[in-house]
């Protein structure tokens, strides 16, 4: 048995295909992790949808911010945008089927025996792992609930506060939500900075989450994530695995075998289907 995660596929399901197969990837005995975005910006999200949902426990998938997007719309809240290409799963005969699957997957996964967590964007650098889990846990029973609607519609309507806001704050799980499905750079006090794509930070208080001295969560887990093409694959540092290499932008898709002692990449050259900016 194989444990690969791969990184933010959005829509591009031939370069998946390929990659899986460069691996021989068995779903019968492998298994597929991966770092959310499965969707949109790509060409074809529908199917790439249906593939990964018919591998069933094969298949451990968390959520990314486009996939909350889709989420939104699919609720009836949230702005579409010009450059969403998820269309055919919003038209899609199995429509109902394909939603209920994707708001019940986690916002973060965690295999003790691998010492692996994934998550799409990032951890706050105050959190432990537990703090994380029970974060993520909480956003994870709203989108599976019976309101999932209304949350959001709510999210929707929610600008992410910068800093954590005090227990018992509503927007605290916004908060979370943002961390975890769009983090890039923060303080090492937990500011974050929302907008920041560039490989450059806004100011020199600000790094990577993943890159401040004190990391709470470190000394319990090393973290697999995607959602920062711009920074592309983050492959030469123990305690973190980034692995948007730009896919849909016409860099690669990765996939890394994380049970072994040093991840093992291999990737595949994609054709682009955004142009940057
Ligand atoms: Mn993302």
Redesign the pocket.
């Known amino acids: 048995m194989a444990v690969y995660a791969v990184g933010?596929i959005?829509g591009c399901y031939k370069p998946l295909k390929k990659l899986l197969k460069k691996v021989a990837f068995d779903p019968a005995r492998d298994q597929l992790w991966c770092v959310?975005?499965l969707i949109n910006r790509g060409p074809e999200s529908l199917k790439v949808l249906h593939y990964l949902k018919s591998l069933g426990g094969a298949c451990i998938a968390v959520m990314?911010?486009?996939d909350l997007h889709l989420l939104e719309q699919a609720a009836g809240a949230g702005r579409s945008s010009e450059r969403d290409t998820f269309d055919d799963v919003l038209r899609a005969p199995d429509r109902d089927e394909l939603i209920e699957w994707l708001r019940h997957r986690p916002l973060l996964h965690h295999d003790e025996n691998l010492n692996w967590c994934m998550v799409?964007?990032g951890l706050h650098p105050a959190w432990t792992l537990e703090k994380a889990k029970r974060r993520a846990g909480k956003i994870e029973r709203k989108l599976q609930g019976d309101n999932w609607k209304k949350f959001c519609l709510k999210l929707s309507n929610t600008r992410f506060p910068a800093t954590e806001p005090p227990k018992g704050k509503s927007r605290r799980t916004f908060f979370a939500l943002a961390v975890l499905?769009?983090a890039r750079y923060c303080t090492w006090t937990g500011s974050f900075n929302w907008g920041a794509v560039s490989i450059k930070p806004a100011s020199s208080r600000q790094r990577p989450w993943f890159a401040h001295k004190q990391l709470a969560w470190k000394k319990s887990c090393r973290v697999v994530y995607?959602?920062?093409?711009a920074k592309g694959l983050v492959a030469n540092q123990d305690h973190v695995l980034g692995l948007?290499s730009g896919c849909v932008w016409g860099g690669r898709l990765t996939l890394a075998r994380l049970d072994c002692e040093t991840p093992e990449i291999t990737s595949v050259k994609c054709k682009a289907c955004q142009l940057i900016g």
């Open positions: 933010d959005q959310g975005d990314g911010n486009h799409h964007a499905t769009y995607g959602h920062w093409a948007d």
